[in-house]
DNA sequence: CAGCGGATTTACTACGTGGTAATTAGCGCA
DNA sequence: TGCGCTAATTACCACGTAGTAAATCCGCTG
């Protein structure tokens, strides 16, 4: 067994209340005594009892992150941001995989991930329709990318309706007019403020403002949003004999399998296919051409994130303040998909779009 | 405060204790008791308590997993795979990110994670000159990808060496001569059974079995192996203008920077260049062209691993078992990089280079 | 040198659970 | 009806920590 305060206390010669407060900075503990205990601390190796803490404090010090899935290079990321945000605060963060399983989901946002002072939550199943859960959610949570509208929760999110929209008229500044869309979801009216939705919701606005009729058959439905599903659409897209000029993959990932598909049907992009993504995941900069993207803020989403549990943890549990909603700064970054250079730099640096955050009554 | 035994057992008018063994499903309760608590169970909607759980047995019911950096594809679909199998046991996973920070590992190793029952542990900067360090270690341990040799822990890996001189012959059987190789580490003396060491050797022995003779100039030195490492290697080596009709990159991140600086060059995969990466990560058969790979079997190695963390935490902290070694199969995966089809399928399976499995004795 | 007040240290206890051992209930059989 | 045995339940306690409140120490004043 491990060693206890119990035996630091007995080598220092103090009780082990004392070695408590040491190790917990106590003000009015002697120089001495607490050279004394550090000492004995360093020569036994004592570390404290992370069950024990818990137990009589109610904290653990750790958080949870649950994601969809963590081979998709985004939540790869994503997690990689807030686990290095909530190491900043010596936090160790649990990562729970739901795989698209809306009981996983319901169920964690009902008990919540054992073992954890918090919750850090990217739903994929969830919707409008079960913002009626969240009002039993009795533990310190913030969703992630995803705004359910009038839920008592904290949100952080993207701009997901005006960087949607700057990435059309991105395309349309190339003089694109025929513009495909890939990741639509299917009859998604319980998902309203989801991102597909809304990203979509930009897609249109864009066209609109711009004065394009809008085709419905360029709106291509895709779920889930793996590479092979958007080359599968934009497959099916290039089959179907619609005519287009470019192509908005509501994520990277779509992206990326669209570029392989239409470089297998010797489309060459950008000048037959101008493309831009969503999410700007690291590889995006290496494929042939390079993917351009909208730059999330994703360390600036984790650091949000990750800031805003801490709060609601320090608050405790039973405190009803008020839901508060980031939603981070984007960037619409131009690469050679989209007739740009190889690295891309930030062309519109966007905090147009309203206050990066702002706070909603919950 | 949460719904505690006490308050369940004072429901179901029996004691704590009896409630307790429901839980744990003991033996000899009585139906009907079982059914009454279970109810109160349900009511109160009783969830047990981990910190309490963990000082009384000792187990956290968490384990860790400690990777260099989850932005790296294959440490993401290592960890989906890990968090995967350990869902399967009822475990969480605590990760965490040492971003090639060698003190870091040190004190990993040293202490382990806390709040965790065990830890996987897959190092970047350690090498045999650590193997003492080993010898300390006081927790359940698996090491993941990588060979301490003789370090008295357990080990799921690959078979580096072979696998890589696969690669490397499949490159040969495309009458390539001029092979280079992207990843090699510098000066890793202390390191000689890292991965990198261990896929260059299988890549000269694969040329000294061909009868070509080895030109270190073609052995190019990347550290970290990051795509745009992967990238400025070979824009190095093709500036540098040593002749060369093939690469091997020491993983697929290194091959994709490796297939945008070709193109970049203008030279053509697998026409001019034969490119063959090690990992098989998801985005390799989506590429342009979609890069040929070693499969290391990943699904297998998370399975394993896990499954020898949980053997290690049953067998209890003091168990001088003798430290096991895992080496999963592999396959060759050719693809477009190396003159295969979009998809590729698996050309060789080895699990020819000697058993899947061996006992070494710590 | 007694007395005071703040600084320092300590005893005691509870946090929620589950192991141990002791107690009680229930049943069959003489 | 009473005994013996197993099944079922319980009391008690410890796990390691930190809050509370009480005890002790120390330097100084009058």
């Known amino acids: 067994m491990a060693v206890t305060m119990r035996e630091v206390a007995a080598i220092a010669r103090v009780s082990p209340k004392t070695v408590s407060n040491v190790v917990n900075d106590h003000p009015n503990v002697h120089p001495d005594t607490r050279a004394r205990v550090q000492q004995a601390i360093a020569e036994l190796g004592y570390r404290p009892n992370h069950s024990a803490r818990g137990l009589r404090s109610g904290r653990t010090g750790v958080i ?8 998709q290079a985004y ?17 160790s963060v649990i990562v729970g995989q739901l795989g698209g399983d809306r ?31 969240l009002a039993y959610v009795d533990f310190p949570l913030v969703m992630l990318g995803e705004w359910i509208f009038g839920g008592p929760t904290d949100h952080v999110t993207m701009h997901n309706i005006s960087a949607a929209r700057a990435a059309v008229e991105h395309l349309i500044s190339l003089g694109r007019r025929r513009i495909a869309v890939i990741g639509a979801h299917p009859d998604d009216e319980t998902r309203v403020m989801g991102p597909s939705n809304l990203r979509i919701q930009g897609y249109r606005e864009a066209l609109a403002a711009a004065g394009i009729e809008r085709d ?33 993959t509501l994520t990277d990932s779509l992206g990326l399998g669209a570029l392989r598909a239409l470089g297998e049907a010797g489309r060459i ?13 690291t590889i995006s900069h290496l494929t042939i051409p ?17 800031s805003m549990l801490v709060e609601r943890i320090e608050w405790g549990a039973g405190s009803a303040r008020p839901a508060r909603l980031h939603k981070a ?10 007739g740009g250079t190889a690295s891309g730099t930030p062309k519109t640096s966007s905090r147009k779009s309203g206050a990066p955050a702002q706070t909603l009554n919950g």
Do not use: C, Y
Not at 78 to 86: T, W
Not at 329 to 338: G, K, L, N, P, Q
């Open 64 to 71: 949870g992150l649950a994601v969809p899935e963590l081979r």
């Open 75 to 91: 939540f790869a990321e994503l997690a990689d941001a807030v686990i290095a945000a909530a190491a900043k605060r010596g936090l």
């Open 103 to 133: 009981e996983h989901e319901i169920e964690l946002l009902t008990h919540g991930l054992p073992q954890t002072d918090g919750l850090l939550f990217s739903p994929e199943r969830l919707g409008t329709e079960d913002r009626d859960l």
């Open 216 to 248: 419905p058959r360029l709106e291509r439905v895709v779920a889930p949003w793996h590479p092979e599903d958007g080359a599968d659409a934009a497959r099916q897209l290039i089959e179907s004999g619609l005519e287009f000029d470019a192509i908005f």
């Open 269 to 281: 992009v950008p000048d037959d296919v101008a493309v831009i993504g969503f999410d700007n995941i």
């Open 290 to 306: 390079s993917l351009s993207s909208i730059d999330p803020g994703r360390a600036e989403i984790a650091e949000m994130a990750v």
């Open 329 to 338: 700064a984007f960037d619409v970054i131009v690469r050679e998909s989209s």
